[in-house]
């Protein structure tokens, strides 16, 4: 349904200011000067309040072997039409450096984590 470019469809797949969480995933995320950093892997979502509380990128690593995912808050991403993907003012080095994890090993998304993911990016928890 993803790649359908039937316009029912993309109604129910996209609006204005709404997307599926399907044409979300595998989104390329770039940043500020336009080179591809990894893609959207995944949502993080708030179970009582609904909202998307971080993309969790996948970074790095060849067929799936050494790849990292990286949680982003959500306010980090901006949407650029241009690019079709997401933009964030991050480049590979600082990304090496930022809260991730491996396959198998994913966090314990508690306030502790959520506060070192967010402060890592400058961003209010």
Not at 8 to 31: F, Q, W
Not at 49 to 74: I, K, T
Not at 77 to 83: A, P, R, S
């Amino acid at each position: 349904m993803a790649f359908d470019t039937n316009s029912d469809t993309m109604a129910r797949d996209e609006t204005y200011d709404l997307i599926s969480s399907e044409k979300v995933d595998g989104t390329a995320v770039y940043n500020r000067d336009g080179e591809r950093l990894g893609t959207v892997h995944h949502f993080m979502v708030g179970k009582r309040d609904g909202r998307v509380r971080y993309a969790v990128m996948s970074f790095g690593g060849l067929f799936g072997m050494g790849e990292r995912y990286h949680p982003l808050p959500w306010d980090v991403l901006t949407y650029h039409t241009d690019k079709g993907g997401y933009m964030v003012d991050l480049d590979k080095d600082r990304l090496k450096e930022a809260p991730s994890y491996e396959r198998g090993q994913e966090p314990t998304y508690d306030r502790t984590y959520g506060e070192r993911v967010h402060g890592y990016y400058g961003v209010p928890y």
